[in-house]
């Protein structure tokens, strides 16, 4: 290298952030964390002292935010239908019609399900964990499943069907049972048993 060689990028070292990167607040780091140890592993057996360590928060920062861990466990779900809610709308603003819409979504969970990291349902892992229905878990995961199946229905009479509430509600279970084989399973046979289903629905 000479004198009027440009010089060389200061070197990182790897899996160091830049100095000028931003860094999550103590909340969002808990709630990914919460996001991936509750659908891996599961609400129960996650406890309060492993969410603090593995979000390198104090016990006084995670209180401040959440008060308490269920209060953390209704975040991570309204996280969850957050992300379907949206996943879903990009899928009616992208495709034209209800029938269209439905194919593509369909698409979106058979892929889902047959991924290594697939473990079923983040509401129904929830629900089997909290045994009253009135518990404030149990109504979120309610109001969750009245959305997905309103937004069925939408679908279902955008695409002519003449039941449409009919065929959302066989819909949905067929997606229950799809995500309960693909994990428990066979994810394939899944996935493939989702498709019949859907495809007899639509052609109503």
């Known amino acids: 290298m000479t004198v009027d060689s440009p010089q060389p990028a200061v ?9 000028d990167s ?5 909340r969002s780091r808990v ?12 609400v129960r057996v996650v ?6 360590a593995e979000s390198s928060v104090t016990k006084a920062t995670f209180y401040k935010h959440f008060g308490a ?24 603003e ?5 029938r269209a819409t439905l194919e593509a979504y369909l698409d979106v969970v058979v892929a889902r399900v047959q991924t290594v990291s697939f473990r079923g349902s983040a509401f129904a892992n929830a ?3 909290f045994s009253d229905p009135t518990h404030p878990v149990r109504v979120a995961i309610a109001e969750h499943r009245e959305w997905l199946t309103g937004e069925m229905v939408s679908l279902f009479k955008a695409a002519g069907h003449p039941l449409p509430g ?19 399973g066979d994810a394939i046979a899944a996935a493939a048993s989702l498709r019949r289903t859907a495809e007899r629905l639509l052609a109503a």
Request: charged letters at 25%.
């Open 94 to 98: 992208a495709h034209d019609g209800g």
């Open 47 to 52: 406890g309060v002292d492993r969410l603090i």
């Open 11 to 19: 070197q990182r070292l790897p899996g160091r952030p830049r100095a």
């Open 166 to 184: 009919d065929a959302a509600d066989d819909l949905v279970l067929a997606l229950d049972g799809a995500q309960v084989g693909a994990y428990a």
């Open 127 to 129: 629900a089997s964990e």
């Open 22 to 26: 931003p860094v999550p607040g103590a």
């Open 69 to 92: 861990k269920d209060t953390l466990v209704l975040e991570y779900l309204a996280g969850r239908h957050d992300l379907e809610a949206s996943e879903l709308a990009a899928l009616v």
């Open 31 to 42: 709630l990914t964390t919460a996001d991936r140890l509750f659908y891996g592993e599961g």
